[in-house]
Nanobody
Framework: QVQLVESGGGLVQAGGSLRLSCAAS????????MAWYRQAPGKAREFVAG???????KYVDSVKGRFTVSRDNAKNTMYLQMNSLKAEDTAVYYC????????????????WGQGSQVTVAS
């Protein structure tokens, strides 16, 4: 079974930056589309940013221009660079590897990591 480990979260002030990493144990990493999700207390898990195996990206409107998703296939790692952070970005961030983009929508694989807490102080 695939193992996903998210890291890089923490406590930052509004306007600050963080970079999250997702390390995947899965072989053939370069063939997989993948995405970042987040979940705030009392809220459903929501799609944040995704990257197709060919390199194309997609973002939820609320993070466009602030977040950048990227990948390093040689390191089996996906990243989320988060700039200009806002209090509403506070959530546990999860990565998902091996899902599918269909008509521009990402359908996740069933496996998730433990998540990484991001807290933005206002």
């Amino acid at each position: 079974q695939v193992q996903l480990v998210e890291s890089g979260g923490g406590l930052v002030q509004a306007g600050g930056s963080l970079r999250l990493s997702c390390a995947a144990s899965r072989n053939g990493f370069s063939r997989y589309s993948m995405a970042w999700y987040r979940q705030a207390p009392g809220k459903a898990r929501e799609f944040v940013a995704g990257i197709h195996f060919t390199g194309g990206t997609k973002y939820v409107d609320s993070v466009k221009g602030r977040f950048t998703v990227s990948r390093d296939n040689a390191k089996n790692t996906m990243y989320l660079q988060m700039n200009s952070l806002k209090a509403e970005d506070t959530a546990v961030y999860y990565c998902n590897v091996g899902g599918t983009f269909v008509s521009g929508q990402y359908y996740p694989d069933s496996s998730w990591g433990q998540g990484s807490q991001v807290t933005v102080a206002s």
